[in-house]
């Protein structure tokens, strides 16, 4: 599943079954990295696999995470879904540092010399 901002489909079933957050709230091309900083900052368990998707094979890695421990209790008190998961890295991702420092200089003119 992906829950990029950017991505489009051309048919609709594909919509209904892969995209898993609206549009408006995903995130503009999420790294694996950036995911799994915010799984551990959220105190899941996680691990980056690599792996790549056949239609798109330049962006590589898989994260996998633990919702539920070895007793099926859920670690996380207020994440108790995949989905409530996946919004909660759309609503974090964006304010990593690595994201606003990348918006920061994309919005500063650069200063010639």
């Not at 992906?2 to 594909?14: G, L, N, P, V």
């Not at 919509?15 to 609206?22: D, E, I, L, N, Q």
């Not at 209790?73 to 606003?100: A, D, F, M, N, S």
């Amino acid at each position: 599943f992906f829950f990029s901002s950017r991505r489009r489909h051309t048919r609709c079933r594909e919509v209904s079954w892969a995209r898993r957050c609206v549009q408006e709230t995903g995130v503009d091309n999420p790294t694996c990295e950036e995911i799994a900083e915010v799984v551990r900052f959220l105190k899941f368990n996680c691990a980056i696999e690599d792996k790549a998707y056949p239609r798109d094979w330049t962006q590589r890695g898989r994260v996998k995470v633990l919702i539920k421990d070895s007793h099926g209790q859920l670690l996380h008190p207020e994440i108790l879904t995949k989905g409530k998961l996946l919004l909660k890295l759309c609503e974090y991702i964006p304010k990593l540092k690595t994201r606003v420092n990348k918006e920061l200089q994309a919005t500063t003119p650069a200063q010639t010399q």
